[in-house]
């Protein structure tokens, strides 16, 4: 999902940076791109001399979907290619659109994704969490608003990067229905309005 001058554009990193190409595994499913998060049915791309290693290692971690999610794959993946080159890269923007405006509204940071369902939010600019790290600003927003989130610290892998910079971020994801997308939006305005 790519969105803005993007749009549609089907990126893949081995084709789009050729020189990280024999290092890298492409781990892809149709978990979100067809709203079945639950099934964990996917794929995975990599060069030839790291296969063995790689099964080696799926082996262990992974069984095999059930069949009905298996044809319920195929059948999404033999969609027209205009799903995925129309339909597929605007499904999400009037939520992303809706929701970063909610956002905004109460005092959060938003940048705009180019090809995600998330929302990446600096929070410091919210009066009721602006004390609180990011975890406990996550637990402020399912217990006291109604509307979850993931701690930005979650993304971050170096020590410095969590010390600092990880630290002014919750993502919230857009990926519910228009419904779900409404009310959160209520709840944040309701209960954390300027």
């Not at 080159?85 to 109460?106: F, G």
């Not at 959060?108 to 180019?114: D, H, K, M, N, T």
């Not at 919230?172 to 959160?184: E, G, L, P, T, V």
Request: proline share 5%; net charge neutral; charged share 20%.
């Amino acid at each position: 999902m790519t969105y803005g001058e993007q749009r549609g554009k089907h990126i893949l990193i081995p084709k789009e940076f050729p020189n990280v190409a024999d290092r890298t595994l492409v781990c892809n499913s149709i978990g979100k791109s067809a709203s079945a998060t639950g099934w964990r049915l996917g794929w995975c791309l990599m060069p030839p001399h790291l296969t063995e290693t790689y099964r080696g290692v799926h082996d262990q971690l992974v069984v095999m979907s059930p069949h009905p999610m298996q044809y319920a794959a195929l059948t999404y993946l033999k969609l027209e290619e205009t799903y995925f080159s129309d339909t597929l890269a605007t499904r999400y923007v009037d939520r992303l659109d809706k929701l970063a405006t909610s956002l905004r509204r109460v005092g959060f940071e938003v940048s705009a994704p180019e090809g995600a369902y998330y929302l990446f939010c600096k929070y410091r600019g919210v009066a009721a969490l602006s004390a609180m790290g990011p975890w406990d600003a996550a637990m402020h927003m399912v217990k006291e608003v109604g509307v979850a989130c993931v701690p930005g610290t979650n993304f971050y892998g170096s020590d410095h990067a969590l010390e600092k910079e990880a630290q002014q971020y919750l993502r919230f994801a857009a990926c519910r229905s228009n419904q779900d997308i409404d009310a959160a939006c209520q709840k944040l305005e309701e209960a954390l309005s300027l």
